[in-house]
């Protein structure tokens, strides 16, 4: 009964924002477009009733201000195999996109995972890398890291960092918002330790910032412990402050260059 419940006030929550989503599109259809795409730090994780609600964060500041297209965390682990498709199945005459993508890719989990999470996105990592990357992820033999009585891998090792960065190059006007550095001595409101080679979600996303063509860049890559304390809730989701900060430097982007 319970998660019926839970189930029908989700449903409900999703048709409100629907229309509150097709009254701001219309409302703004003269304005400039905007394409927002984000994983799990789109949306405020600490308060179920916002639960892929864009109008928790940041987003909602483009989706009443401009012609927005909006998809916060669309999928059950939105990565960037997903941003490329939503993208290119899009109309694409944006004036600018952000995507706020990168963490599930980069984040090192258990191999169980990680080849469970690259079968269910074969058709888009072939469709953008070919069947040879597949392959290539299918296969690849992890990390030495264990966690979770299993060994580590990712989404996203290291060889496909530069081809990550050759898609966002190919995208005009993007901002790509990056991942931030993992204090592992803190956990926050998240319910054990993380892996211990969580540092590659960083490394791998100073190794994008290095490739891409323009500075249009919310770089989370340098900030401190404390910072990481202040802007997330758990190393990764967003507080409030955090999402001030990248609204912040989000509007300093576009008024400067947009």
């Known amino acids: 009964m319970k998660k019926f419940l839970n189930n029908l006030f989700q449903l409900f929550l999703n048709k409100v ?16 477009k905007v394409f927002i795409f ?14 892929n609600n864009p109008f928790s964060l940041y987003t909602k500041y483009f989706i009443k201000n401009y012609n927005a297209d909006v998809f916060v965390c669309p999928e059950e682990t939105t990565s960037v195999y997903d941003f490329l ?28 995972q990680t080849k469970k999470l690259v079968n269910q996105k074969k058709n888009k990592i072939i469709r953008f890398f070919g069947e040879k990357k597949f392959n290539d992820l299918k296969n690849f033999e992890g990390y030495d890291t264990h966690w979770n009585d299993d060994k580590t891998s990712s989404i996203a090792p290291d060889f496909m960092i530069e081809l990550f960065a050759n898609e966002f190059n190919k995208i005009p006007n993007l901002i790509w918002i990056s991942c931030n550095d993992i204090d592992l001595n803190w956990w926050g409101n998240y319910f054990r330790a993380r892996p211990l080679n969580s540092a590659m979600i960083n490394l791998k996303s100073k190794k994008i910032i290095a490739q891409l063509k323009s500075d249009s860049i919310v770089n989370l890559s340098n900030l401190t412990n ?33």
Do not use: W
């Open 38 to 51: 984000t994983d799990s730090r789109g949306f405020d994780v600490t308060k179920r009733t916002h639960k």
């Open 226 to 258: 404390e910072e990481i304390k202040k802007y997330t809730c758990d190393n990764v989701h967003l507080t409030q402050e955090g999402s001030q900060y990248i609204l912040n430097n989000l509007i300093k982007i576009i008024n400067h260059t947009y």
């Open 85 to 112: 498709a939503y993208y290119y199945d899009s109309k694409k005459n944006y004036d600018f996109v952000i995507s706020h993508i990168g963490v599930v890719d980069f984040a090192p989990r258990s191999m169980r």
């Open 17 to 32: 924002v629907a229309i509150r989503l097709s009254y701001y599109k219309l409302k703004n259809q003269h304005k400039k």
